[in-house]
């Protein structure tokens, strides 16, 4: 969203400076003037191409982190049906757990994000909301499930097995 609005401020300042340039230009404005007012143009033109550069390299990583979450999800260790089956089990465990608590369908999403090590701001992308609004799923899940953050949410799930 800020992105958003610093592109659409980019653009006005864009146009502003164009405007004014050629005004100043056909009202015999200083040369200086006019070298000023087009070097306000280009420098607004470059920060737009960087900040579209920027939202495309953002929006490519985005899309890998999805094809990775999504490959891991669909991933079976063929070479080893054991970890397949305590992967299952593992899997299971973490969803009847997450009934338990009566977590909603959206903090149980944020909630295996989380065991997955994403960060809070790589969850809001793949999730397509704020960030604010992941730390504050992050810590209803918490909450209900009665740990100080999550470290101790994660562990929660393994350390019996260590």
Do not use: C
Request: glycine share 6%; proline share 1%.
């Amino acid at each position: 969203m800020k992105d958003i609005l610093l592109l659409a401020l980019l653009l006005a300042i864009m146009a502003g400076s164009l405007y004014d340039l050629l005004v100043d230009s056909t009202h015999g404005a200083s040369s200086l003037h006019l070298v000023v007012e087009a070097g306000i143009f280009l420098a607004a033109a470059a920060l737009i191409a960087w900040l579209l550069n920027d939202l495309r390299r953002q929006g490519q990583a985005l899309e890998r982190l999805r094809h990775e979450i999504t490959t891991q999800q669909h991933a079976t260790p063929a070479a080893n049906p054991e970890l397949a089956e305590t992967r299952h089990r593992l899997g299971t465990l973490i969803q009847r757990q997450f009934e338990t608590w009566a977590l909603s369908d959206s903090e149980q999403a944020v909630g295996l994000l989380l065991l997955k090590g994403l960060s809070f701001r790589e969850i809001a992308a793949v999730r397509e909301t704020r960030e604010k609004t992941v730390r504050a799923q992050a810590s209803a899940v918490y909450r209900k499930a009665g740990v100080s953050g999550r470290h101790a949410f994660s562990a929660w799930f393994i350390e019996d097995f260590l």
